[in-house]
């Protein structure tokens, strides 16, 4: 059971350089959410997906842009990476978007930015 | 606004021994759900335990429980029976009703399980 895959697990960009983190659930989830962790902090939100079709701000959007690609893919992309978005980025999903349903996490990607 | 504080940043326990990971929160939602997460080093994120706003009893699940006290506004985590593979870096967190499931997350807890 992979449950949720995130791609890659490590990545080293350049300042001003794009790329796209890949992010994939196989437990027929409705909900897919993108979290960044900086050192001794917290998850914070990025963007989240509610349902297929739909995607919404978190806390922390500025820099990213994310696609629903169907229910089980949700990527997010950094058009011109900066370095203050170094940090490792979760991925999670949940059955239903409600307060009541845990969520399931990736392994997370490990991003640096020179 | 909504927020949630742990305020140990690291503690140390014996193994066998119990131990208690403080959590408080800041919401005016009536209704919400409170999460515990486990982070050990090797990065990845457990789901623990779930506490609903209006469930009466404490949530339990094998050696943890949580300790909801709704008017003090605060979540605690009790693992019992420490084991040296409870060290890691654990999360409280909230999901407020009605926000699509988001989860708001505390600073962590550093865990440390001495033999």
């Known amino acids: 059971n992979a449950g949720v895959t995130q791609t890659p697990k490590f990545q080293v960009l350049k300042t001003g350089q794009s790329m796209t983190l890949q992010c994939a659930q196989d437990m027929n989830h409705n909900s897919m959410y993108w979290y960044r962790q900086d050192p001794g902090m917290g998850l914070r939100l990025i963007y989240y997906s509610a349902s297929e079709g739909t995607t919404d701000k978190g806390e922390v959007p500025n820099g990213y842009n994310v696609s629903r690609l169907n229910k089980r893919e949700f990527s997010l992309r950094l058009e011109s990476a900066a370095p203050s978005q170094t940090s490792v980025y979760f991925c999670a999903s949940s059955r239903l978007p409600d307060s009541n349903q845990p969520q399931h996490f990736g392994d997370g990607t490990r991003l640096s930015i020179l | 606004a909504q927020k949630i504080t742990q305020t140990q940043p690291g503690m140390f326990v014996q193994e066998k021994e119990a131990v208690t990971l403080d959590c408080t929160y800041d919401t005016s939602d009536p209704s919400y759900g409170l999460f515990w997460y486990k982070q050990p080093s090797s990065g990845e994120m457990i789901f623990l335990i779930y506490?609903?706003?209006?469930?009466?009893q404490n949530a339990t699940e094998g050696r943890y429980s949580l300790n909801f006290q709704k008017a003090r506004k605060s979540a605690n985590l009790v693992i019992s029976a420490s084991q040296l593979g409870d060290s890691a870096m654990y999360f409280c967190a909230m999901s407020p009703y009605n926000q699509g499931g988001k989860l708001i997350f505390g600073q962590g807890t550093e865990l440390s399980v001495k033999p």
């Open positions: 506490q609903g706003s209006y469930d009466q």
